[in-house]
């Protein structure tokens, strides 16, 4: 008996197999520090997950229209329309489960067997498989050493007959950046030339740090408007990992093709999740406000702390959004850890894991080769026991 062969190009993703050893070693009584996860440790505000409970009270139980209940897309089309200062229509929205699937079905509604999707490396670890489940083939793009913002030139060398979309994501997973508004404007300038689909991913929209701006493609003129396709979610903003609800927003035609696609396959979110998705965009500002607040002071205190341990033996690249930081350990490759080598990434991640206790995700994962992820989704004070154990395990090689 055979699996497809769609199945089988798929390869499982890194971060979950970390996040799963993490907390095996948890369960067996380890005290490990988990810098893995890309998902905040608040809890859901509680006006949301009240509002859940009344839905299903109240018998709202029942399937709603697959793009999702009029109120929620209303009331996201308003959102988005007033956060980046455009004209948004409910009818161009869908709900999905989660900002993954709202990937998934744009994809699916835009990509073609043979075609080519531009995606800048290193990049969040699902991209080149749902490129893969459309039929494409992902091309890895670099972006600049440093600053991680995409390189332009390399951009238009990467472009052919074969190209018809780029996946940009900003701020980014895994590297933190936030793309300044010259660079947008640049990509969507280069999308109207080759006449390409922008998919936007914006899930970490909301999480910036010091004055950084969000810039989505959507908001340069009638061109970037009608090129994005916009994904985007209440998991990470709005701490909902687990409830799965995220959206997408496309031009009519296009998110009216997603919505047959998702009918045939999962048809609506989870009906008090939506509810509950509705009530989350009710919140005070200060809600959001507080967790972002303290976002960037975990932020701080990381960099702060990574760049006391590193003494200059490696940069220290700050993180401007969302919530990870790509440290370089390439200064480091080549050593050895008591008398295990540590000739690339995954060995560091795994002797990290393994000796000191602090889980961190190979930046080999995301096309990173030579770097780790760090998740600072986590409190001060497991930061500040993290960042001592990763001192003490970098004095000991050899
Ligand atoms: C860059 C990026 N996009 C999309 C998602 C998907 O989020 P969700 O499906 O939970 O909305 C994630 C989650 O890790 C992410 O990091």
Known sequence: MQLSQRIQQLTPSLTLAIDAKAKELQRQGADVVNLGAGEPDFDTPAPVVEAAHQAALAGKTKYTPTAGIPELRSAIAARVSKTHGIAVDAAEIVVSNGAKQALYNALQAVVNPGDDVLVFAPYWVSYPDMIALAGGRMVPVAVHEGSFEPNLAALEESCTARTRGLILNSPTNPTGAVYSRETIEAIVDFARRKDLWILSDEMYELLVYDGAKHVSPSQIGAEGRARTLMASGFSKSFAMTGWRC????????????????????????NTPTQWAALAALDLDDSVMGAMVKEFGERRRLLVRGMSEILRGRAPVHEPRGAFYLMQDVRPFLGKRFRDRPLRDDRELGEALLDSALVAT??????????????????????????????????????
């Open 246 to 269: 995220g959206y997408l927003v496309a031009p009519k035609q296009v998110a009216s093709a997603v919505a047959t696609l998702q009918g045939q396959m999962t048809t609506n979110v």
């Open 361 to 398: 995700v190979p930046g080999s994962a995301f096309a990173a080769p030579g770097f780790i992820r760090l998740s600072y989704a986590t409190s001060r004070e497991n930061l500040q026991k993290a960042v001592a154990r990763m001192g003490a395990f970098l004095n000991e090689l050899a």
